[in-house]
């Protein structure tokens, strides 16, 4: 079976925590639309702009220390967007640094990318046939 790669892998920090001691979902919100993006340029190195965050689901709280991973799926390319799937896992150590490391999935959401020129025009993912 073939590794899995991130597109993003961090750990978050106690800036990112809220009155809880987990992390903001805003935070990981933010790192997901990022994981998105970099999936996008896998497909045509274009700026892109976010145009929506489909069925977010927050499983599982991310915890102070936990290593998060972004994984991406490239679902739909259209004439103009893109729409991404990005899979949330943290890496949970077990009680103290003794314990076994668990895969936990945390978040997992469908987000809609749309090309744009230099003025924020959306344009053509792929040149058109057509054109060529």
Do not use: C
Not at 76 to 93: F, Q
Not at 104 to 110: F, H, I, M
Request: charged residues 25%.
């Amino acid at each position: 079976m073939a590794e899995r790669i991130p597109a993003i892998k961090l750990v978050l920090l106690p800036k990112d925590t809220n009155a809880y001691g987990t992390i903001f979902g805003g935070v990981i919100l933010s790192h997901i639309d990022l994981a998105s993006a970099v999936e996008a340029r896998k497909t045509a190195p274009l700026r892109y702009v976010t145009r929506a965050m489909r069925e977010v689901e927050f499983h599982e709280p991310v915890y102070l220390g936990d290593v998060v991973s972004f994984y991406t799926e490239t679902l739909r390319v259209g004439r103009t967007s893109i729409t991404v799937r990005v899979l949330v896992e943290a890496e949970r150590w077990g009680l103290g640094s003794t314990g076994p490391v668990q895969a936990v999935k945390v978040t997992e959401a469908e987000v809609v990318l749309v090309g744009v020129d230099a003025h924020g025009r959306p344009i053509p993912i792929r040149p058109d046939p057509m054109e060529a």
